[in-house]
């Protein structure tokens, strides 16, 4: 999935060593919001301290973001992780959305101002009846 809006939130980056592997690791999530009538926000998540450096993600950023949702389980609740795999910065961003199939939110057509909310009214027909229903 993927998701075009700005970046509205850097967490602290989270590190730790697998006990596991014993290999060190480190992850951050970040927060964007898609504009629209009613703005939305989503968490995700970047797990790798080179994938970290090499988004670069920074506050304020218009970016896209390709990511996978999954759930697991965790002593009978379950939770959502949306971790990120690829990231499009600032004036790519527009360029790529139309190719990636992308595209924000259309614009509200303005009602054009010739148009009549209504239809003109019409003569009444020439029999003499001021009726002006058609049955």
């Known amino acids: 999935m993927d ?10 980056a989270n590190q730790g060593v697998s006990q596991r592997t014993g ?6 999530e970040y927060v964007i919001e898609v504009p629209g009538q009613y703005p939305r926000k989503c968490v995700f998540r ?4 080179d994938r970290i450096k090499q988004f670069n993600i920074q506050m304020g950023e218009d970016v896209t973001v390709s990511f ?13 992780e949306v971790r990120a795999y690829s ?6 961003v ?5 190719a990636a199939g992308v595209a924000p939110f259309p614009p509200q057509a303005a009602p054009e101002a010739s148009a009549a909310p209504f239809p ?3 003569e009444p027909a020439g029999d003499g009846s001021t009726d002006d229903l058609p049955f």
């Open 23 to 28: 290999n060190p690791w480190m992850s951050q």
């Open 46 to 49: 970047v797990f790798g301290e």
């Open 120 to 122: 003109p009214a019409q």
């Open 94 to 98: 527009a360029a790529a959305a139309p």
């Open 68 to 80: 996978d949702i999954d759930a697991h389980e965790y002593n009978g609740r379950w939770f959502n």
């Open 87 to 92: 990231v499009i910065h600032g004036a790519a």
């Open 3 to 12: 998701l075009t809006g700005k970046i509205i939130a850097v967490l602290p």
